[in-house]
C-alpha cells in the first residue's frame, strides 16, 4: 500500500491502522451472526416457490401439510387478511407471499413452520398447488415489444414520502421507472460534433453473493414486534414492518448482529415483513433462514442495456453524451427505480460534458427482482462512456490518458448545474494510477493496459444521528446505526470518537444496530457511514465537550478561574481533570453521565448534495490466451481518493475488494435465464473470483482532505468496483484487437470475438 | 421416525458421545447439538469452503460431510484454535493483515490454513494461492488473507504489529502529527 497524503493533521488514532474491533471475535468464531441466533421455543419456516415465471394462482391445498406431525403453522396469502402485504422502498409492489399470482420463478407462495427445518421442508412437498401458467418474458427490451405480458396488471403504489413519485411516468405497463437527467443544448452539441461514437453495451444479472444467505428471526410480545436480521437498514426495515402490522414505530425493535456480506444486496427490506407475518401464524418465535439458492431468487444486480452516443471535437474534447438506459429489474421494483436514477446521474461520469440527454427506464421481467448492488448503475454506465473514451482517442489520434487528463472535471467544478463541486483532484488520481501501472513502459505480446475513471453522486441522504455517552470513570459509549457488514464501521467510528473525545480507543465502545438501542440512521450503503455517521459522532462528541465544559465551571470553579478545554479534559489553573473527574464532579457523587447528541442532516456543510463524490480510478495490464479467450487481468491498480483514510488498513480491504469483485463481474459473473427459469442459480455454476484470479495488485490511497467529512473524509468502498469492466474492455482491445461491449467477457464470447476479428482480416 | 445411531467423537480435544438422526451432516451436529457455531455454511454443496473443519488434521467441508463418517475421530472447529484464550499465529495473523472484513469465510479460511501450515509451514506464494482455492471470500479480494497466511507462515507476527504510537505510518508525506485541538 502507499499513502499520499496533503491533508491536514487529525489527532490519532485517526488515520492509524489499528486492528479492527471486530477481529477477536471474528478470528474466534465467536462472532455473531444472525444465522447463529437461537432462542426458546423458537420455529424454523421453510418456503414453497413458484416454479413458474409467471402464473395465477387458482387454488392452494394445504390440509396435509397442516396434519403433518411437527407442522405448527402453514401459511398463504389468505392466511394474513389483517396484514398489509404489499411493500417496496421506491414503489409499494411487491407482495411478502404471493398474492393471486407469481412474476418470477422462485417466488415465495406458501410458508411452512415447523418443529425443525426438516419437518418444516417436509411438510412443504405436501402443499398441492394450481397454477396456470402465463405468457412469460425475461429479457427487458422484449418486454417493452408489443404484445409482450403485462407483470404488473396494476400499478404499484408509488411512495411518493421517499420521493420517487417524479420518477414514475408510465409509457409502457411493463416499464416500472423512468429518470431522465439532462442539461445543456444536446441537439446542438451533436450538431457541432466533429466526432460521433455510437454503441450499445450490456451488463448482465449479477448475484453479490454475500457469503451469509438472508436470514431473519421474528417474536411477538404483546403487540410489540423484535427482528433479528442480516440486513443493511434496520431503520428502513423498521419503517418497513410498521405499515406491513400497523404498528407505532416504537413498537418495532430491528436489531441487526453482525452482517456476512451486504454489497447493497442486503439494503432495504427483503424477508422481515414474511418472517414476522409467520411467526404472527405461528404464536412463536419463528427463524426463516434462506440457502444460498433461495438468496439469489431474493435479490440480484440490475443487467443494463445503455444505449450511448457521444459527441467529440477534433481535440477530443467532449461535447455532449445522449443514452438510453434499459434496467432489467425483474419481477418487483425493490429499489432498481433508485439504480436507475443513480445510472442516468452517473453517465456523464468524471467528465465536463457541456450537453446531456439521458433516460433511464426500469423495466419488469419474470425474473428475480433487482436492487441496490455496490456500485449502483455505475459499473452498467460506466463500461459504455468509458469504452467510447478510449474508441474516440484511437480514432483522433489521441493518448488515451490525454483525452481524459482534457475532459476530467477541475476540483470545485460542477458536473451539472445545482450539485456539490468534485471534492477530487482527478487529473493527479490518473496520473498515480498511470506511474503504478508503469504506462510508458514496454508491454509483452497479446497485453494491453487501460486506466478508467467514474465519479458517482454518493452518500445518499444526510439524515444520521449519534448519541456519545460520556461516563464516570471516562470511558464512552457510542450508540449509532450504522451497521457493521464488514467494511470496519465498528473500528473507524470508534476510532473517530476516541480522536475527537481525547481518549484511548480501547476506552471507546460502540452500540450499533439495534432500533430500540441507539439512535436513527437512515442506512449503511452508497459508502456514507464514515463521511455521515463520522460527522454525527464529532458533532455529538462536541456537544459532550461544551456540556463538560460548563459542568466543570459549575462544580470545579464555581468562582472561577475560567476553565480551559483540553485534547482530554479540561485545566482549571495547574490541575487537570479528565472527562470521568467532571462527570462525577457536577453529579457529587461517584456516578452519573454525559450524554452528546450529534445531528447530521441537509444543513451547512451537509447542504448541498450529494454529501460527496465518490471517486472510481483504476488501471489493469490484462493478457488475453487466443486459443482460449480467457482473459487474466495481470495487474491492477486501485487509488482510493477518500480524502482523510480514518484507517487505511481498512481502506486498503475495501478498495482491493471492491476491484476484484468487480473482475468477477467483468469476466466471469453472469445469471442466465432460459424458458423463464434461473439456470445457474448456485455457487457451482455461478463462479465468482478465486484467490487463484488475484493479480498483483497495487494499492494507492490518496488523502487531500477534500470531503465533507472529519478531516476531509469522504466516502470509498464502491468506487474501485465501477470502471473495472470497462478498464479491462479496453485494454483487451490493445492487446488483442477485439472491442469488447458485453460484460462479462467470458471465454466464450473473446474466442468468437477473436474469430469474427481474423475473419474480417482475412476477406 | 427418522434412523437414529449413537456417534463417539473428540471435538477440539473434548470426547463427545450424541444421539443423532443418520441424516445428519456435521455441520449441523456441531452447529445445533454442540453450539459450535463458529462453523459457517453458505453455499451448502462443498463450493466455498466456509464450512471448512479439520477431521484427523484433514480439511473437509463440515456441509456435506456425514456427521456418521466422523465415528471416532478428531474434529478441530475455529472455536479449537485458542485452546487457552491465546490466539494461535494464524489467527493473529489474520486481525494483524486484515485478512477478513464480514468475517463470514474466516472461520473456514482459517482452518484450510491451518491445515496447509501444518502440512507445509514454509509455503510459497503459489502454494498458498493454490492450497485456498476452495475457499471463497467475497470481501477482501484475497490479497489481504495471502499476506496473513505468509505472516503466519514466517511468524512474523505480534500482537503489537501495528503500532498505535506511530502516527501515520506509510505515509509519502508526513504532515499528520498528533494534533492538539
Known sequence: ?763 | MPETMDLSLTVNSRERALRIEARETLGDVLRDRLGLTGTKISCDAQVCGACTVLVDDLAVSACTFLAADAESRSVRTVEGLAPNGVLSPVQQAFIDHAGFQCGFCTPGMLMATTALLEENPAPSRDEVIHALEGNLCRCTGYAQIIDAVLAAARGAISPDAVPDAVPDAGLDTAPTAEATR
Not at chain 1, 404483546?222 to 414492518?241: A, K, N
Not at chain 1, 513502459?441 to 445518499?460: E, F, M, N, Q, V
Request: glycine residues 10%; proline residues 6%; negative net charge.
Open chain 1, 1 to 763: 500500500m502507499r499513502r499520499v497524503s496533503t491533508r491536514g493533521a487529525a489527532p490519532a488514532p485517526i488515520g492509524l491502522p489499528v486492528p479492527r474491533r471486530d477481529g477477536v471475535a471474528k478470528v474466534t468464531g465467536r462472532g455473531r451472526f444472525t444465522v447463529d441466533i437461537g432462542m426458546p421455543g423458537l420455529a424454523h419456516a421453510k418456503l414453497l416457490r413458484s416454479p413458474y415465471p409467471h402464473a395465477v394462482i387458482r387454488s392452494i391445498d394445504t390440509a396435509a401439510a397442516r396434519r403433518h406431525p411437527g407442522v405448527v403453522a402453514v401459511v398463504t396469502a389468505d392466511d394474513l387478511p389483517d396484514v398489509r402485504l404489499v411493500y417496496g422502498h421506491a414503489v409499494a409492489d411487491h407482495p411478502m407471499i404471493a398474492t393471486g399470482k407469481v412474476r418470477f420463478a422462485g417466488e415465495p407462495v406458501v410458508g411452512v413452520v415447523a418443529e425443525d427445518a426438516v419437518t418444516a421442508e417436509e411438510a412443504l412437498r405436501l402443499v398441492s398447488v394450481e397454477y396456470e401458467p402465463l405468457p412469460f418474458v425475461t429479457a427487458p427490451d422484449a418486454a417493452l415489444a408489443d404484445g409482450a405480458p403485462i407483470i404488473h396488471e396494476q400499478p404499484g403504489e408509488q411512495r411518493a414520502h421517499r420521493g420517487f413519485a417524479e420518477d414514475i411516468a408510465r409509457t409502457h405497463p411493463n416499464v416500472c421507472s423512468e429518470s431522465r437527467q439532462s442539461w445543456g443544448e444536446i441537439e446542438l452539441a451533436f450538431g457541432d460534433a466533429h466526432l460521433v461514437v455510437e454503441g450499445e453495451y450490456r451488463y448482465p444479472r449479477s448475484y453479490a453473493y454475500a457469503m451469509e444467505p438472508y436470514t431473519a428471526l421474528a417474536r411477538w410480545d404483546e403487540g410489540e414486534l423484535t427482528v433479528w436480521t442480516s440486513g443493511q437498514h434496520p431503520y428502513m426495515v423498521r419503517e418497513d414492518l410498521a405499515q406491513c402490522f400497523d404498528l407505532p414505530l416504537a413498537a418495532v425493535r430491528v436489531i441487526v448482529p453482525y452482517v456476512g456480506g451486504g454489497y447493497g444486496s442486503k439494503s432495504y427490506t427483503k424477508i422481515e415483513p414474511l418472517t414476522a407475518a409467520l411467526a404472527l401464524r405461528a404464536g412463536r418465535p419463528v427463524r426463516l433462514g434462506l440457502t444460498i439458492e433461495e438468496s439469489i431468487l431474493t435479490t440480484r444486480g440490475d443487467a443494463a442495456i445503455v444505449r450511448l452516443r457521444s459527441a467529440f471535437d477534433r481535440d477530443g474534447l467532449i461535447l455532449g453524451r445522449q443514452a438510453t438506459i434499459l434496467l432489467d429489474t425483474g419481477g418487483y421494483a425493490e429499489n432498481s427505480p433508485l439504480v436507475g436514477r443513480k445510472a442516468a446521474n452517473r453517465l456523464g461520469g468524471p467528465y465536463r460534458i457541456p450537453a446531456l440527454d439521458v433516460l433511464c427506464s426500469t423495466v419488469y421481467t419474470n425474473t428475480a427482482p433487482a436492487s441496490s448492488f455496490r456500485g449502483f448503475g455505475a459499473p452498467q454506465v460506466t463500461l459504455a462512456g468509458e469504452s467510447q473514451m478510449d474508441e474516440a482517442a484511437e480514432l483522433l489520434g489521441i493518448d488515451p490518458l490525454e483525452i481524459r487528463r482534457r475532459n476530467l472535471l477541475r476540483p470545485g467544478e460542477r458536473p451539472w448545474p445545482n450539485v456539490r463541486g468534485i471534492d477530487a483532484d482527478l487529473v493527479a488520481d490518473l496520473d498515480l494510477a498511470a506511474e503504478e501501472l508503469g504506462w510508458t513502459t514496454p508491454l509483452p505480446t497479446g497485453h494491453g493496459r487501460a486506466i478508467c475513471l467514474s465519479a458517482s453522486d454518493a452518500g445518499s441522504e444526510p439524515m444520521t444521528t449519534s448519541l456519545v455517552r460520556v461516563h464516570p470513570d471516562g470511558s464512552l459509549t457510542v450508540s449509532c446505526g450504522s451497521t457493521e457488514m464488514g467494511q470496519g464501521s465498528s473500528t473507524v467510528l470508534a476510532q473517530m470518537a476516541a480522536g475527537e473525545m481525547g481518549i484511548e480507543l480501547e476506552r471507546v465502545h460502540l452500540l450499533q444496530s439495534d432500533t430500540a438501542a441507539v439512535s436513527y440512521d437512515r442506512s449503511t450503503g452508497a459508502s456514507r457511514t464514515t463521511t455521515l455517521m463520522g460527522l454525527a459522532i464529532a458533532a455529538a462528541a462536541r456537544d459532550a465537550r461544551a456540556q463538560l465544559v460548563q459542568w466543570a465551571q459549575e462544580s470545579l470553579a464555581p468562582d472561577g478561574p475560567t476553565v480551559i478545554e483540553e485534547r482530554s479534559g479540561v485545566r482549571i489553573g495547574d490541575a487537570s481533570h479528565d472527562w470521568g473527574d467532571v462527570v462525577r464532579s457536577w453529579f457529587g457523587g461517584h456516578a452519573g453521565e454525559c450524554v452528546g447528541r450529534g445531528y447530521i442532516r441537509r444543513s451547512g456543510t451537509t447542504e448541498e448534495m450529494p454529501p460527496f463524490w465518490e471517486i472510481g480510478c483504476v488501471g489493469v495490464e490484462v493478457s488475453v490466451d487466443e486459443s482460449t479467450g480467457v482473459i487474466r487481468v495481470e495487474k491492477l491498480v486501485t487509488i482510493g481518493d477518500v480524502g482523510c483514510a480514518i484507517n487505511p488498513q481498512l481502506v486498503e480491504g475495501q478498495d482491493i475488494g471492491a476491484a476484484m469483485m468487480g473482475l468477477g463481474m467483468a469476466t466471469r459473473e453472469e445469471l442466465v435465464y432460459e424458458d423463464g427459469n434461473l439456470m445457474n442459480g448456485n455457487l457451482f455454476d455461478y463462479r465468482v473470483p478465486r484467490t487463484t484470479d488475484l493479480p498483483e495488485i497495487r494499492s494507492v490511497i490518496v488523502e487531500r482532505g477534500d470531503g465533507v467529512g472529519l478531516y476531509g473524509a469522504k466516502g470509498g468502498g464502491e468506487g474501485s468496483l465501477n470502471p473495472v469492466a470497462a478498464a479491462i474492455a479496453n485494454a483487451v482491445w490493445r492487446a488483442a484487437g477485439i472491442r469488447l461491449r458485453e460484460a462479462p467477457f467470458s471465454p466464450e464470447r473473446v474466442w468468437n470475438a477473436l474469430r469474427e476479428r481474423d475473419a474480417a482480416a482475412r476477406s
